[in-house]
C-alpha cells in the first residue's frame, strides 16, 4: 500500500501512525459499521462502542500476554497525570508512612520524582545526573529502603535516548514503570512489575488515551485525598468510564493493536526495531561528524539521540533534511543535538532514507 505525499515523521510524540491505521479510520470516518455516523459520535455506552473497549483490551491482553490478576485501564491526563496517580493509589502501602523509591535517569523520571514529593516521601535510590543521564546507574550501586511502597523507574527515556536492558530485580517490591515511549515494543514480561503505564502517543495511535496496567491486588488502596478520576480502583469498578473516556483514541488504539497483529505481534516488531536501531546506530559509529553519547548497552532503540560534531552545521542539516522529506529530527530543547524517534510505525525504509541522507550530508559537509 503506497500513499501519495507521506513523509517520514520522525516526531518524539504525537508520532507517526501507521498508514494503513489511517486509512482504515479515514474509510470509516463518516459511516462507522453502516450506523450512518462516525464512532466519535456515539455514546460511549452503547453497545456498539462497548464492544470496540472490550476488544482493544482483549487485544491488548493478547499482544502483552498480560494474566487476568492484572486490570487495564483506559484513563487521560497521560504521563503526566499518572505521576500524581500513581503515589496516591500506591504510596500509602509505605510501612513507616507514605514513600516511594525513584531511580532517575533522566528528565521524565525525575519529573515523576518531583511529582511525587507531594504525597510522601520521594527517595531518590539512584541517579545518572551527575553522567548527563548518559546510562542506567549500575544495579549494585541501588540503595533502595525496607520501608517504601514501590519502586519507579522510567523503561525509556524519551528525550535523553536511554532505555534499560531488562527489568531490574527489586525483591519483593512492586516495580512501577513507565512505558510511555516502550510499551508493545519489545517483549515484556508483565508480571514483572506491579504497575505499568504510558500514553499512547508513540507507539499504539493518537494522544488521548493513557494505558494502565495494574496488579489487582495493588487496587484499593488509594489515599482520602485521591480524586474520583484518578482513584484506580473505582476506574476498575466502572471500566474506566467515571467520565466520558476518549473513545476515538480508544477506537484508533485497538486499529493499532489489529494492525500490530497482523504484523506478527510484539515479538514480530522488536525484531524489525532491533534492525533499524542498528542501523542507524553503526552508521553514526562509523561516521566522523555524528556521534551518539549514550552507554552502548543502555541506548534507546525507539529515540535515537545524537550530535553533529560541527554545530555549526545543525541549521543546514536540519532545514535540508526536512526538505528531503525526513521530519521532526530536531533534539529536545533540554539537550539539543538531534533525535530520531523510530517506533513501530516508522517503517525499516524510512531509517535507511535517514542514514542514506545522513551519509550525503557527511559527505557534502
Request: glycine content about 8%.
Amino acid at each position: 500500500m503506497t500513499f501519495d505525499n507521506r513523509i517520514y515523521n520522525f516526531a518524539a510524540g504525537p508520532s507517526a501512525v501507521p498508514g494503513e491505521v489511517l486509512k482504515q479510520a479515514a474509510d470509516e470516518l463518516l459511516n462507522w459499521r453502516g450506523l450512518g455516523t462516525s464512532v466519535m459520535e456515539i455514546s460511549h455506552r452503547s453497545k456498539e462502542f462497548m464492544a470496540v473497549y472490550e476488544e482493544t483490551l482483549a487485544d491488548l491482553r493478547t499482544l502483552m500476554n498480560i494474566p487476568d490478576s492484572y486490570e487495564i485501564l483506559l484513563l487521560q491526563g497521560g504521563g503526566i497525570g499518572q505521576n500524581a496517580a500513581i503515589p496516591m493509589n500506591l504510596m500509602a502501602l509505605g510501612q513507616n508512612g507514605p514513600k516511594a523509591d525513584f531511580i532517575v535517569t533522566g528528565i521524565w523520571s525525575e519529573k515523576s520524582l518531583k511529582e511525587a514529593e507531594k504525597y510522601g516521601v520521594a527517595h531518590l535510590a539512584a541517579t545518572s545526573a551527575d553522567l548527563q543521564f548518559n546510562t542506567v546507574p549500575p544495579r549494585s550501586s541501588w540503595q533502595l529502603s525496607d520501608d517504601a511502597a514501590y519502586v519507579h523507574y522510567c523503561d525509556n527515556e524519551t528525550i535523553g535516548g536511554v532505555e534499560f536492558s531488562d527489568v531490574p530485580d527489586v525483591g519483593n517490591k512492586p516495580l512501577v514503570v513507565d512505558v510511555s515511549s516502550s510499551i508493545l515494543s519489545k517483549e515484556i514480561d508483565v508480571t514483572k512489575g506491579g504497575v505499568w503505564f504510558g500514553g499512547a502517543q508513540k507507539n499504539i495511535g493518537p494522544s488521548g488515551v493513557t494505558i494502565v496496567i495494574v496488579r489487582k491486588d495493588l487496587l484499593g488502596h488509594s489515599m482520602k485525598i485521591t480524586p474520583s478520576i484518578w482513584d484506580w480502583s473505582k476506574q476498575s469498578a466502572n471500566q474506566s468510564m467515571l467520565n466520558t473516556p476518549p473513545t476515538f483514541s480508544i477506537y484508533m488504539a485497538g486499529l493499532g493493536f489489529k494492525w500490530l497483529l497482523k504484523k506478527g505481534g510484539v515479538k514480530a516488531i522488536a525484531k524489525i526495531n532491533q534492525e533499524k536501531a542498528n542501523l542507524l546506530y553503526n552508521f553514526i559509529d562509523q561516521s566522523s561528524l555524528y556521534e551518539n553519547r549514550i552507554a552502548k548497552e543502555y541506548r534507546s532503540r525507539m529515540n535515537v539521540t545524537f550530535f553533529l560534531k560541527d554545530e555549526n552545521l545543525n541549521a543546514a542539516f536540519l532545514a535540508q533534511s526536512n526538505a528531503a522529506g525526513l521530519v521532526a529530527l530536531r533534539g529536545h530543547k533540554a539537550v539539543g543535538g538531534m533525535r530520531a524517534s523510530i517506533y513501530n510505525a516508522m517503517p525499516l525504509e524510512g531509517v535507511q532514507a535517514l542514514v542514506e541522507f545522513m551519509r550525503d550530508f557527511e559527505r557534502r559537509a
